[in-house]
């Protein structure tokens, strides 16, 4: 549930750079605070059953990756011998956790994002300059979970049929294949149909003749302003940290990292600031609707 109301445009800034801090941040300390602030943002958002769905879809990705790095990749001079001869490296086994770790954050981020954002705000902000690519993302954007829902509906009315053929007690992997086809077949088609029909609507109503309005109105306030500023500030300083080696570690040749390093610096706690504003403001208004 949507708590905050910021303008969207606020909003894209602020998941963008968020997106761009964690593909540049390799640090432990960094990525786990960036983890928990995530984590509590989702449940703040109540996605609480969205967010463990997504952490079971990620852990045997995860394992996955830590698993097939060190095992494809030997870079690294810290060996580990596993069997005879056969060894992996600690730097490609570290650098496999931090990327599944980051690849998480990227994941939820994108989640909380989708929460924050609706369609309509993501209209609203680029139809006035770039009326045909927003639709396009728009409709993109739209037509995965789309998909899955008509996949899902399409799926019961397979297995009611499958369960009324009293003649097989049990499924074959054949048939299972083949009802699979059959699905994707039927809901290709139906999403064709239905954009045809989309698009004749839009046709008939005057899409693209007149210029681009939208139902939809947000004016700049004295909070975006505020929060715009605190963001910009700590990013700034984050990236002057990162210039000076602060929130990365180097992992190849050698992994150059110590738990016991102090960590607490203005780097650190800039980065701490980028992260709270959001929460502090869904936990703000959360209290207020409860």
Request: hydrophobic letters at 55%; one cysteine or more; proline letters at 3%.
């Amino acid at each position: 549930m949507k708590f905050t109301v910021l303008h969207p445009a606020v909003y894209m800034i602020y998941y963008l750079i968020l997106i761009i801090f964690a593909f540049l941040f390799n640090d432990p300390y960094y990525l786990i605070s960036f983890l928990m602030f995530i984590s509590i943002l989702i449940l703040l958002q109540g996605m609480g059953s969205e967010f463990m769905n997504l952490i079971k879809f990620f852990i045997p990705m995860s394992l996955l990756i830590i698993i097939l790095n060190p095992l494809v990749s030997h870079a690294g001079v810290t060996q580990i011998h596993i069997i005879g001869n056969f060894f992996i490296t600690l730097e490609a086994l570290v650098y496999g956790i931090l990327m599944s770790l980051s690849f998480l954050i990227i994941l939820l981020l994108f989640a909380s994002y989708n929460i924050a954002i609706s369609y309509q705000e993501m209209l609203y902000v680029f139809s006035k300059r770039f009326p045909n690519i927003s639709m396009i993302i728009i409709m993109a954007l739209r037509f995965i979970p789309l998909l899955n829902y008509r996949l899902s509906e399409l799926n019961k009315v397979f297995r009611i049929k499958t369960s009324l053929n009293i003649d097989e007690d049990e499924e074959k992997y054949v048939e299972k294949v083949k009802n699979a086809a059959k699905m994707l077949a039927v809901v290709v088609s139906w999403s064709l149909e239905e954009s045809m029909l989309t698009a004749k609507s839009m046709k008939a109503r005057g899409y693209g003749i007149a210029k681009r309005t939208s139902y939809l109105s947000f004016n700049f306030r004295k909070i975006d302003y505020y929060f715009i500023l605190v963001v910009l500030i700590s990013s700034v300083i984050c990236i002057i940290g990162l210039l000076q080696g602060q929130g990365r570690i180097e992992i190849y040749p050698q992994l150059e990292f110590s738990f016991y390093k102090n960590i607490l610096n203005i780097y650190y706690f800039s980065f701490l600031v980028l992260l709270l504003p959001i929460i502090y403001l869904e936990f703000k208004e959360r209290l207020l609707w409860h």
